[in-house]
């Protein structure tokens, strides 16, 4: 999953995308409307999760141009705004969740995956082939019996992967999902990580490297 994180607090910003990106998230930052119109029209989120006083650009104009682009990104207010007025005039701005500061994380982090699995098709809130199972709210995989140990960047592949029911992913798609716009692109990050993730699920194998395309289930 691909987040932006849209707060002009830049302490709780970096905290909150250092807890989703634990969570194996991909997540970037902005610090202002403007940045953050600039990053949607460069990269495909599935949520922005917006702060609604925001400099340069005020959020609620910055959830109005989210709207109007007919964009599949979902969008979550995050405000110190807590009457019902305000939360109802978020969602008539089209935002599609509200969330007042102070905040749980955990609920926040529950709040995005919901939105996460609306903002292209619904998607099973467990992911399984054969013999391999992943649960994404209780961040669980087993092959079989057997749980896997896995990193967080291992778990996001290995989600992608198995959202993907059997179309081939490619390199470039697994960094843009679940890596941050801080990723090299010419690294070997993601064959690293996928042959990694190979020796974690053991034999017999479950990924399929597909020549000159990608990687698939």
């Known amino acids: 999953m691909r987040v932006l994180v849209v707060e002009d607090h830049q302490r709780l910003a970096t905290a909150v995308a250092h807890g989703l990106r634990l969570e194996g998230m991909a997540v970037d930052i902005a610090f202002d409307g403007a940045d953050a119109l600039a990053h949607t029209t460069v990269n495909d989120y599935d949520v922005v999760v917006l702060d609604r006083d925001l400099p340069k650009i005020h959020g609620d104009d910055v959830c109005r141009s989210l709207t109007a682009s007919r964009s599949h990104t979902r969008v979550l207010m995050l405000t110190a705004a807590t009457t019902i007025r305000d939360r109802v005039a978020g969602l008539d701005l089209g935002a599609d969740d509200y ?21 292209v098709m619904p998607l099973p809130p467990i992911h399984s082939r054969d013999d391999l199972t992943l649960d994404p709210a209780r961040r669980v995989a087993f092959r079989g019996e057997r ?7 291992e778990f996001a592949v290995l989600e992608h992967l198995l959202a993907a029911d059997g179309r081939v992913v490619s390199a470039e798609e697994l960094l843009t999902r679940v890596w941050d716009e801080a990723a090299n692109p010419f690294s070997t990050t993601v064959k690293t990580t996928v042959r990694r993730l190979r020796l974690k699920l053991g034999e017999p194998p479950v990924i399929a490297t597909v020549r000159e395309a990608g990687y698939r289930i």
Do not use: H, I, Q
Request: net charge positive; proline share 7%; hydrophobic share 45%.
């Open 147 to 153: 749980r896997l140990e896995l990193s967080p960047k």
């Open 99 to 119: 969330l007042s500061k102070p905040f749980d994380f955990s609920e926040l982090v529950a709040r995005v995956r919901a939105l996460g699995r609306r903002a």
